[in-house]
């Protein structure tokens, strides 16, 4: 399991803590605590070996190098992130917005600098705290004006003074104005009722304005929250705007119209403390790889005795069987205008040996994790000797980079041929005697843990589950958003088994997952804690991991 001194430890790679945020639910519901953060990660040094001709030295000098800097734990992200939210400078000034939705005239004063310092939190204000301070100046002064004669100037009475000097009190600034108090009468009058208000009835009207007050705050909060996810590359889930009737945008007008299922939400942004790493873009249009062979395509022939026997399915790797299964001779079978043709251009970026035997299928070459990200993973998860459950472990990229770590692997595949591939990757890699392969649906190798235990559930064994179910292929990035029930299978419910042997789960998913979801994952947790961390590999995001349990950092 995730030793407790997580926060102290090395990372192979630069990690920055970039916003931290507590989303309220409805009612009592505890909060959800989350951390958005980012690894930095460098594998051009793996793309260079694979000996594309015509590279632009120029390119390869601007290359970044790793940095095996020990990245800031978090308290030292606490001590140099400022106090204040970046919401603050990116939202509408409340204090005017509630002037405005009163129907109050505001005056604009002469343009601020936009170097200006960021001014400060405007708070939520507490209804009952409020009525309990300011109450007997209310009623006072209420009584005093409703017994002025009508030739009398209420600016010369003592509640207009004591109003002045209330304003730098907290008081909302609609409380601060005497011709709020004195519309108050008017209305009473007009309304034929007594010109006295009673105390109860201006409590009611009190809070009822802070309420109003407190709600447009929350809605910015929200807003702003929303809009700093997608500054940082994120996407949220939340809309802040819908189209009405007649195809016109409007915006949401609470903040639980825009955070459904929760209400509101308070975020704190942390300056990154690493470097980006420049986005690099090799164009090989025009290039010759000088790996790639020239022989003509050769079929593949498929082992007739494979289908419709998977009981007596041979895991084994055979050499002319599995022939078209050997990577380096990947284009001699799958054709070099077949879809596999970017990533083999990038194929020491999957494997680094992938010229000692790795095998992958057609599959495979676009869903295997990349080396340096696994080790990332790795790095993250694993104390020496700890259990992790892969439930789809494909061809067994992160697995082994969790046993080269040290851990012990429980490896599970629907696919029999994505086992026999894991299998002799895990062997190229000297791994497959700290790797336990089952072939089978994930769903059911949970639930065969959970069922041995039932007497004793605390003594399930894995410290940790490692979920990367099928996204679909390539086409998840033709998606604005990638929702959890786009995975096959349902992606909410392999969290929710997941769930029922430990917390300390993380998810590796694609870049444009929908933060919304991963924050309703947190709600089914007895933590209520969540990490969602974007991986930029080479300047440009490429992934999107999501902690919980003890995983968080």
């Known amino acids: 399991m995730a030793d407790s001194d997580s926060q102290e430890r090395q990372y192979l790679f630069n990690w920055d803590l970039l916003l931290e945020a507590e989303i309220k639910g409805p009612g009592s519901e505890p909060p959800i605590s989350a951390l958005f953060s980012k690894v930095y990660i460098d594998d051009t040094s793996l793309w260079i070996s694979t000996k594309i001709t015509d590279m632009s030295m120029q390119e390869e000098k601007r290359k970044p190098m790793m940095d095996f800097r020990k990245p800031a734990n978090y308290q030292q992200l606490q001590e140099t992130s400022s106090s204040n939210s970046e919401a603050d400078q990116e939202a509408n000034d409340p204090d005017l917005q509630m002037k405005l939705a009163m129907g109050i005239p505001v005056s604009f004063g002469a343009p601020v600098s936009e170097n200006r310092k960021r001014k400060k939190t405007s708070k939520p204000i507490d209804g009952e705290a409020y009525w309990k301070k300011f109450h007997v100046m209310f009623v006072r002064g209420l009584e005093e004006l409703s017994k002025l004669s009508e030739d009398a100037d209420p600016q010369e009475t003592t509640f207009a003074s004591a109003l002045k000097a209330a304003s730098g009190s907290r008081l909302m600034p609609d409380h601060a104005k005497l011709n ?270 959970i069922n041995s235990r039932k007497n004793d559930p605390s ?36 969290f929710r088994r997941a769930s029922k042997i430990t917390e300390n789960i993380v998810y590796f998913l694609p870049r444009n997952t929908k933060t919304s979801d991963l924050l309703l994952l947190a709600k089914e947790t007895k933590s209520r804690k969540v990490e969602v961390e974007n991986t930029q590999l080479n300047g440009k995001i490429k992934t999107l991991n999501a902690y919980y349990g003890d995983l968080i950092n």
């Open 459 to 494: 003594k399930l064994p894995f410290d940790v589950i490692f979920l990367s179910p099928p996204w679909g292929g390539p086409q998840y990035l033709n998606a604005r958003e990638f929702s959890l029930d786009m995975c096959t299978p349902d992606g909410f419910e392999i």
């Open 180 to 449: 709020f108090f004195l519309s108050l009468l008017t209305k009473q009058t007009i309304k034929g009722d007594s010109d006295q208000i009673l105390e109860e009835e201006l409590k009611n009207v009190i809070l009822r304005d802070v309420a109003r007050y407190n709600g447009i705050l929350a809605r910015n909060e929200a807003d702003s929250f929303v809009k700093k996810l997608q500054k940082l590359h994120y996407v949220p889930g939340f809309p802040t705007s819908i189209k009405n009737g007649e195809g016109k945008v409007i915006k949401l007008p609470s903040s639980f119209d825009i955070l459904k299922p929760f209400e509101s939400v308070k975020f704190k942004s942390h300056p990154p403390i690493h470097e980006e790493h420049k986005r690099i873009d090799y164009n090989l249009k025009g290039e010759i790889d000088l790996d790639a062979p020239e022989e003509e395509e050769i079929a593949i022939k498929k082992d007739p005795k494979e289908d419709g026997d998977p009981l007596n399915f041979d895991f084994s790797f055979d050499p002319v069987r599995d022939a078209h299964l050997v990577a380096k001779d990947a284009l001699k079978y799958f054709g070099k205008n077949s879809n596999i043709k970017k990533y083999w251009h990038q194929r020491e970026r999957l494997f680094s040996k992938l010229n000692d035997g790795i095998l992958l299928d057609e599959e495979s070459w676009f869903s295997v994790t990349p080396e340096q990200i696994a080790r990332h993973l790795a790095d993250r998860l694993v104390t020496k000797n700890c259990l992790i459950l892969d439930c789809f472990t494909g061809a067994g990229g992160n697995a082994i980079q969790f046993a080269l770590k040290g851990a012990l692997v429980y490896a599970v595949d629907l696919d029999p041929v994505k086992i026999r591939i894991a299998r002799q990757n895990a062997k190229v890699y000297g791994v497959e005697d700290r790797i336990t392969f089952f072939c089978g649906n994930a769903f059911h190798v949970i639930d065969s843990f």
